[in-house]
T-cell receptor
Framework: ETGVTQSPTHLIKTRGQQVTLRCSSQ?????VSWYQQALGQGPQFIFQ???????GRGNFPPRFSGLQFPNYSSELNVNALELDDSALYLC????????????FGPGTRLTVT | GEDVEQSLFLSVREGDSSVINCTYT??????LYWYKQEPGAGLQLLTY?????DMKQDQRLTVLLNKKDKHLSLRIADTQTGDSAIYFC??????????????FGKGTKLSVKP
């Protein structure tokens, strides 16, 4: 059984650019949630995907978007990057929407300059 | 919506017990969680407690839940230097009908001195 993996590990982008982050869910998990963790803060919920459909979104603007694929892997896309988007982006997978036992990946560290 | 508060720092000696405290505002979470984050790493689920329980023990970890006061605590017995990390308390949010999304506190940085 493989855990949650994310790519890339680190990324540096310029303000105004677009970025795509990737997440492979744990084997058998059909729900992926994305979180943003700014430095010194707790993670904040961005959105959740369940069986390829968005199933809830936190207080993030529309330039944050996502996809989930038939194999339940997921992408997070951020357009028009701003300096405040610099953060650790975490994805978490779980089975059937349950918050119980969400398993987190190691994260992607995004720096916007 | 849910708001979760934690003290930011805790320093203990190796072998002592550590107690990390958390308060929350919304009583609707079915479960409350404790996660651990080591430097440069993602989050590791340590333990969770069902909302109708008062206490849960899991090896060196003891979780206490006071629903009346909306207070959650995590006790680590015989704290080791390897326990040095940031500990997050989390409740369940409800964004746009989604289930299972978590609302985290800012984290408590535990430093264990030898």
């Amino acid at each position: 059984e493989t855990g949650v993996t994310q790519s890339p590990t680190h990324l540096i982008k310029t303000r105004g650019q677009q970025v795509t982050l990737r997440c492979s869910s744990q084997s058998g998990h059909n729900t992926v949630s994305w979180y943003q963790q700014a430095l010194g803060q707790g993670p904040q919920f961005i959105f959740q995907y369940y069986r390829e459909e968005e199933n809830g979104r936190g207080n993030f603007p529309p330039r944050f978007s996502g996809l989930q694929f038939p194999n339940y892997s997921s992408e997070l896309n951020v357009n028009a990057l701003e300096l405040d988007d610099s953060a650790l982006y975490l994805c978490a997978s779980s089975l059937e929407l349950a918050g119980l036992e969400q398993y987190f990946g190691p994260g992607t560290r995004l720096t916007v300059t | 919506g849910e708001d979760v508060e934690q003290s930011l720092f805790l320093s203990v000696r190796e072998g002592d017990s550590s107690v990390i405290n958390c308060t929350y505002t919304d009583s609707s979470s079915t479960y409350l969680y404790w996660y651990k984050q080591e430097p440069g790493a993602g989050l590791q689920l340590l333990t969770y407690i069902f909302s109708n329980m008062d206490m849960k023990q899991d090896q060196r970890l003891t979780v206490l839940l006071n629903k009346k006061d909306k207070h959650l605590s995590l006790r680590i017995a015989d704290t080791q230097t390897g326990d040095s990390a940031i500990y997050f308390c989390a409740g369940e949010g409800d964004y746009g009908g989604s289930q299972g999304n978590l609302i985290f506190g800012k984290g408590t940085k535990l430093s264990v001195k030898p």
